[in-house]
């Protein structure tokens, strides 16, 4: 099945600072991939939209000037979460486009702790 | 987008079976069923998925109702391991505009008894 592998894990950072995210497809390409975010004992909220070669596409009330995806090759994508603040602190999932014998392949998450 | 409704939680003994209920009332023609469950600090890993018949596999069954309206999740004999929040989504199909935007509900905490 389709693996997707996200790093880092867990991350802390001062505010004020940019942080960056990866995503990357193992063992296929894709085209598009998704991004979640996911607050302590809430449920996962689809950020946004990635699409390889071209721009994101985001949800609406998200900030695609704190919150920007890059999609630069099949395999890669990435979330920066720009001059990051302490409610930007959560948990950040990526998931790989569906697939129809395996549904949604989602990462590990990245937990981001804003001090 | 289509919604659907699970219970918060439920508990089950280890080795009984376990059925999660999910309504989804407005589901289009096209919309796939899918359930994927999380544990703390971890992605949701997917677990099955259908659209008008019953589905089967290793890791549990999906028994959709003839009306589409609701489906049941099915562990057969829950482990420790399989307690986790479980969310039953609905998905667009290829094609659709919304294909691959999962909404996730609360999902439903399956707690599991020793």
């Known amino acids: 099945g389709a693996v997707v592998s996200q790093h880092p894990s867990w991350v802390i950072c001062k505010s004020g600072t940019s942080v960056k995210i990866e995503c990357r497809s193992l063992?296929?390409?894709?085209?598009?991939m998704f991004w979640y975010r996911q607050f302590p004992k809430q449920s996962l909220m689809l950020m946004a939209t990635?699409?390889?070669?071209?721009?994101?596409?985001?949800e609406q009330g998200v900030e695609k000037d704190k919150f920007l995806i890059n999609h630069a090759s099949l395999t890669l994508s990435t979330l920066t979460v720009t001059s990051a603040h302490p409610e930007d602190s959560s948990f950040y999932i990526c998931?790989?486009?569906?697939?129809?014998?395996?549904?949604?392949?989602f990462g590990s998450g990245t937990r981001l702790t804003v001090v | 987008d289509a919604k659907t409704t699970q219970p918060n939680s439920m508990e089950s003994n280890e080795e009984e079976p376990v059925h999660l209920p999910c309504n989804h009332s407005?589901?289009?023609?096209?919309?796939?069923i899918h359930w994927y469950r999380q544990l703390p600090s971890q992605g949701p890993e997917y677990v099955i998925h259908?659209?008008?018949s019953n589905v089967n596999n290793r890791m549990a069954s999906l028994a959709i109702a003839e009306d589409r309206k609701s489906s049941t999740l099915i562990l057969h004999r829950a482990t420790l391991r399989d307690a986790a929040v479980y969310y039953c989504?609905?998905?667009?199909?290829?094609?659709?505009?919304?294909?691959?935007?999962?909404?996730f509900g609360q999902g439903t905490i399956l707690t599991v008894h020793p």
């Open positions: 998931s790989g486009p569906g697939d129809r014998n395996y549904g949604y392949t």
């Open positions: 063992d296929f390409q894709a085209t598009t």
């Open positions: 990635s699409n390889e070669g071209s721009k994101a596409t985001y």
């Open positions: 407005t589901i289009s023609g096209t919309d796939y």
């Open positions: 259908g659209l008008t």
């Open positions: 989504i609905l998905s667009a199909g290829a094609g659709g505009t919304s294909y691959g935007k999962l909404t």
